[in-house]
């Protein structure tokens, strides 16, 4: 049986993430349109490409190829009323509601999605790729591939993962999810 390969990418680059808001529906800070396509030689074959709702994930998705599915489950969590607000003024203005919600992973105090929540809204997809083989691309959020690896590795580090604007990880089903950290020699050898 042939395994399946899920690589997520996240997003490119937005303004937000550059000013430390917490995001809206906000473009990417790159002219994407001049880019469309410039990474879909990237992979060997061309995979099954996904995406989330928002603009940045769709415009980040054009960049690895133009036929996207867009996929609901893969949208960013919900922010509430924080979505646009800096989290410095979220550090002055309400320190103990985001200490909280930084510390709970079941708190929801602006009103929108726990982490709780995204991460059982991400194993619920997450299995629904398990009886799918072949290479899966879901361009997504930071909040999504953070819940992914806390569901792939059973830990509760939600809050310790960093992913960067267009970093990619890679994950395998074959008979449990796995996750593999591809080398850059591309022989294999060293």
Not at 92 to 115: C, K, R
Request: hydrophobic share 40%; proline share 7%; aromatic share 6%.
């Amino acid at each position: 049986m042939q395994a399946t390969r899920l690589t997520l990418m996240c997003h490119a680059r937005t303004v937000a993430q550059k000013l430390a808001r917490f995001p809206t529906d906000e473009p990417l800070e790159m002219d994407w349109q001049s880019a469309r396509g410039a990474r879909s030689s990237q992979f060997k074959l061309p995979p099954k490409l996904l995406c989330g709702p928002e603009l940045r994930a769709r415009q980040t998705a054009e960049l690895f190829g133009s036929t996207v599915e867009v996929v609901a489950a893969l949208r960013d969590c919900d922010f509430g009323r924080w979505s646009g607000v800096r989290i410095n003024d979220l550090q002055q203005a309400e320190p103990e509601l985001l200490q909280s919600w930084l510390a709970d992973p079941n708190s929801a105090p602006h009103g929108g999605e726990s982490m709780a929540q995204v991460t059982e809204r991400v194993d619920a997809w997450l299995s629904t790729l398990e009886a799918a083989p072949g290479h899966v691309v879901a361009v997504t959020h930071p909040f999504i591939i953070r819940a992914a690896l806390t569901t792939v590795l059973r830990s509760s580090a939600f809050n310790l993962i960093d992913v960067e604007p267009l970093s990619a990880i890679e994950l395998r089903f074959n008979g449990c999810w796995r996750l593999r950290l591809p080398g850059t020699d591309p022989e294999g050898t060293l």
